[in-house]
């Protein structure tokens, strides 16, 4: 019994030290899949507090399986974009961009910004041409294609390759946020339950309260950039100057 219990717990750490999440943040520093780590907890919190209020009541169920419907799909669809954005590297600019290899002439042909003096843009960390829209990110370390801005939170910078998961993320947190906030207060209005139970739940809906006064206009505040085809950089850059119009801009369809 006890190789078969080995044998079991062995094979369990096998799959578990495959996990890409768990490869994502090895060899790296503690507080780092610690964020990661609190951010589920904090969806989970959300979980247990719809559970309480609605899952285990076979009437609450009954009542308001629509909204669980609803609820459960991006509640699930949140975890898989948070999960994404997290794992998908933003881009960093290939090699062929790198001083040596690209001539001058042939990165002049490719690119429109320039700095102020009129030279091309040249990362002395990577020792690489920027392409339009580029930007070295300390965080990471590397230069990132279309960098939006460093997320703590998903312990990545977001850029070309990952900001569809972010934006993702933030549109299905906040209808979950939104939702289960209105699910439990209203459940705590109609419903009698014993105070511990009560407590927690006021608690979750509290949780969901701020996270849906935080991300909401959050969210919307993105989708207003992305229909200008602005980054959060570039919205920084043209707030001294008042004027939010993008040279990028193709019109808000094609932005999308």
């Excluded at 974009?81 to 690209?102: E, F, K, M, N």
């Excluded at 041409?129 to 370390?141: E, W």
């Excluded at 801005?149 to 998903?154: A, E, K």
């Excluded at 969901?208 to 993105?222: D, I, K, Q, R, Y």
Aim: aromatic letters at 12%; proline letters at 4%.
């Amino acid at each position: 019994v006890l190789l078969l219990l080995a044998a079991v717990i062995e094979a369990s750490l096998q799959c578990i030290s495959t996990c890409p999440m768990v490869e994502r943040f090895q060899d790296r520093p503690l507080h780092e899949p610690v964020i990661v780590a609190v951010v589920l907890v904090m969806m989970s919190t959300l979980y247990f507090g719809m559970f309480l209020c609605c899952m285990r009541n076979p009437h609450a169920w009954r009542s308001r399986w629509w909204t669980l419907v609803i609820f459960h799909i991006c509640f699930f669809l949140s975890l898989i974009s948070y999960c994404r954005g997290v794992l998908t590297s933003p881009g960093c600019i290939p090699d062929s961009w790198q001083v040596g290899v690209a001539t001058e002439d042939q990165v002049r042909k490719l690119v429109k910004e320039r700095k102020r003096s009129g030279e091309l843009r040249l990362c002395s960390k990577e020792m690489k041409y920027k392409p339009d829209r580029a930007h070295y990110c300390s965080s990471i370390q590397s230069n990132v294609l279309r960098m939006d801005h460093y997320c703590p939170w998903m312990n990545n910078c977001i850029g070309h390759f990952n900001y569809k998961f972010f934006l993702q993320f933030l549109a299905y947190t906040v209808v979950s946020a939104n939702m289960a906030c209105f699910v439990m207060l209203n459940s705590v209005y109609d419903s009698v339950f014993v105070p511990g139970t009560t407590v927690t739940i006021l608690g979750c809906a509290g949780l969901a309260g701020l996270l849906a006064a935080v991300l909401t206009p959050f969210f919307v505040f993105h989708l207003w950039m992305l229909s200008k085809n602005l980054t959060t950089i570039e919205f920084c850059e043209k707030l001294e100057l008042g004027s939010y119009i993008s040279p990028y801009d193709m019109g808000v369809w094609a932005n999308l």
